[in-house]
């Protein structure tokens, strides 16, 4: 086979969609003119109730980024003691918890979806329990029905950090009205943003007032503070854009779906690269595109492959490397150790997010499928990889 080039651009593993440039000065100029800026304007209040229709929720609120929110969450509900949640995620699921006073328990994942294991929860179940956070990693939501069971059997709360889900649905039903709060992430790099944001979904209506009252230092009007709030609001600059995403949300979702369909059909036969497909009944969003590399049956190692892509301009990302669970922070909880959490280890290992975001062109995904094809072709014939990265 022919070594393709390298790119002469990086490619990097996501880019932001952007609205048009024109609509967002428009939206600049209404700010201006209005000079209100913050603290719950008009930009906020459209684009709150464009949300909670488009996420087709009961209840919104908008934060100024989805860590704040997800403290935001722990602090609605009141929780206390302990958390079992997942290794295999971004730092902020566990330091929420630990910023909140709240112990993570960490808890092994199932092998097809990288969520939660529904069938590890309840041995972690101790009297200082109080909720568990699941998160839909990558978009493939989690084993609702099993995690709400064991949520109900144990009177315990079920917070989801829904970061990486916007626009996913169940049978037709949001993914934002499961378990009592969920978390969405509208930081650059998710697939709906407002450069920072995020916000909260939940049936609960009584929880919408104390989350307000929370994000705005606890004033419940100038003159009456009624809880030790923060600053956790949205501005109207990152709500105007958020009203102008939804616009193009779609179609961002519909162009990333086409490219992973490539993906999909030029990765499937090349051994050792594993990746998971759609699930039945489920709206995907295609937020990124992960496959695992099998080092003996393809041939070169995820870590090798990592570097030997970078030798290309291509740069993934090892999402999740290493596991929460391994952060000097948390090692020594007995939750942490290797050996309870099996999956979560191998996985971690052998994760490898390739560039997906709807401006990458059909041709590129080609190329990255041809480059990677190529390794596992060099190492049957046990060709040098390094010579070959270097033959442009
Ligand atoms: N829960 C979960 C499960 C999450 O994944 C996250 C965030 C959160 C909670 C917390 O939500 P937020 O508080 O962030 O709203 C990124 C993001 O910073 C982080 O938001 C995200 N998860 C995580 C998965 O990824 P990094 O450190 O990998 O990002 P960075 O800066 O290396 O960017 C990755 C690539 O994206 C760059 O190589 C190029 C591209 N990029 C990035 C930025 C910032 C752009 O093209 N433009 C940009 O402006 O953490």
């Given at each position: 086979?022919?070594?393709?080039?390298?790119?002469e651009?990086?490619?990097?593993?996501?880019?932001?969609p952007?609205?048009?440039?024109?609509a967002?000065?428009?939206?600049?100029?209404?700010?201006?003119?209005?000079?209100?800026?913050?603290?719950?304007?008009?930009?906020?209040?459209?684009?709150?109730?464009k949300?909670?229709?488009y996420?087709?929720?009961p209840?919104?609120?908008?934060?100024c980024?989805?860590?704040?929110?997800?403290?935001?969450?722990?602090?609605?509900?009141?929780?206390?003691g302990?958390?079992?949640?997942t290794?295999?995620?971004?730092?902020?699921?566990?330091?929420?918890?630990?910023?909140?006073n709240?112990k993570?328990?960490f808890?092994?994942?199932?092998?097809?979806t990288?969520n939660?294991?529904?069938?590890?929860?309840?041995?972690?179940?101790?009297?200082?329990?109080?909720?568990?956070?699941?998160?839909?990693?990558?978009g493939?939501?989690?084993?609702?029905?099993?995690?709400?069971?064991?949520?109900?059997?144990?009177?315990v709360?079920?917070?989801?950090?829904?970061?990486?889900?916007f626009?996913?649905?169940?049978?037709?039903?949001?993914?934002?009205i499961?378990?009592d709060?969920s978390?969405?992430s509208?930081?650059?790099?998710?697939?709906?943003?407002?450069?920072?944001?995020?916000?909260?979904?939940?049936?609960?209506?009584?929880?919408?007032?104390?989350?307000?009252?929370?994000?705005?230092f606890?004033?419940?009007?100038?003159e009456?503070?009624?809880?030790?709030?923060?600053?956790?609001?949205?501005?109207?600059?990152?709500?105007?854009?958020?009203?102008?995403?939804?616009?193009?949300?779609?179609?961002?979702m519909?162009?990333?779906?086409?490219?992973v369909?490539?993906?999909?059909e030029r990765?499937?036969n090349?051994?050792?690269?594993n990746?998971?497909?759609?699930i039945?009944?489920?709206?995907?969003n295609?937020?990124?595109?992960?496959?695992?590399?099998?080092?003996?049956e393809f041939?070169?190692?995820?870590d090798?492959?990592?570097?030997?892509?970078?030798?290309y301009?291509?740069?993934t990302?090892?999402?999740f490397?290493?596991?929460?669970?391994?952060?000097?922070?948390?090692?020594?909880?007995?939750?942490?150790?290797?050996?309870?959490?099996?999956?979560?280890?191998?996985?971690?290992?052998?994760?490898?997010?390739?560039?997906?975001?709807?401006?990458?062109?059909?041709?590129?995904?080609?190329?990255?499928?041809?480059?990677i094809?190529?390794?596992?072709?060099?190492?049957a014939?046990?060709?040098?990889?390094?010579?070959?990265c270097?033959?442009?």
């Amino acid at each position: 086979m022919k070594t393709p080039k390298s790119f002469e651009q990086p490619v990097y593993v996501t880019r932001p969609p952007l609205p048009d440039r024109n609509a967002v000065y428009r939206k600049i100029d209404e700010i201006w003119d209005s000079q209100w800026l913050t603290n719950i304007g008009y930009q906020h209040k459209l684009f709150e109730s464009k949300l909670q229709e488009y996420l087709a929720v009961p209840n919104v609120s908008l934060f100024c980024n989805g860590t704040m929110a997800l403290q935001m969450a722990c602090q609605a509900l009141r929780l206390s003691g302990e958390v079992i949640t997942t290794p295999f995620t971004f730092a902020a699921t566990p330091h929420v918890l630990y910023w909140n006073n709240l112990k993570p328990v960490f808890c092994d994942i199932e092998p097809e979806t990288f969520n939660l294991d529904p069938q590890r929860i309840e041995s972690l179940i101790s009297p200082q329990t109080t909720a568990i956070l699941p998160v839909h990693v990558f978009g493939y939501p989690c084993n609702i029905e099993a995690i709400q069971e064991i949520a109900d059997k144990y009177g315990v709360r079920v917070i989801y950090d829904a970061a990486h889900c916007f626009g996913v649905e169940i049978n037709g039903n949001p993914i934002g009205i499961f378990g009592d709060l969920s978390m969405f992430s509208f930081h650059a790099t998710k697939i709906f943003h407002t450069f920072e944001g995020g916000a909260l979904t939940f049936k609960d209506n009584s929880i919408k007032e104390r989350l307000e009252l929370s994000k705005n230092f606890g004033f419940r009007n100038e003159e009456t503070i009624v809880v030790p709030g923060i600053n956790g609001k949205m501005n109207e600059f990152q709500a105007a854009l958020g009203t102008l995403m939804l616009d193009i949300i779609e179609d961002e979702m519909h162009k990333r779906k086409k490219l992973v369909m490539i993906y999909r059909e030029r990765l499937k036969n090349i051994a050792g690269i594993n990746f998971r497909g759609d699930i039945p009944g489920v709206k995907h969003n295609y937020y990124n595109f992960a496959i695992t590399v099998d080092a003996t049956e393809f041939g070169i190692s995820r870590d090798e492959l990592y570097k030997t892509l970078k030798k290309y301009n291509i740069f993934t990302r090892k999402y999740f490397y290493p596991l929460c669970s391994q952060f000097q922070c948390y090692r020594n909880y007995p939750s942490s150790a290797p050996e309870n959490l099996p999956v979560a280890e191998r996985v971690s290992k052998s994760i490898l997010t390739l560039p997906l975001y709807g401006s990458l062109r059909e041709a590129d995904i080609h190329k990255i499928c041809d480059i990677i094809a190529t390794y596992a072709y060099s190492s049957a014939y046990n060709l040098n990889v390094s010579s070959i990265c270097y033959s442009n």
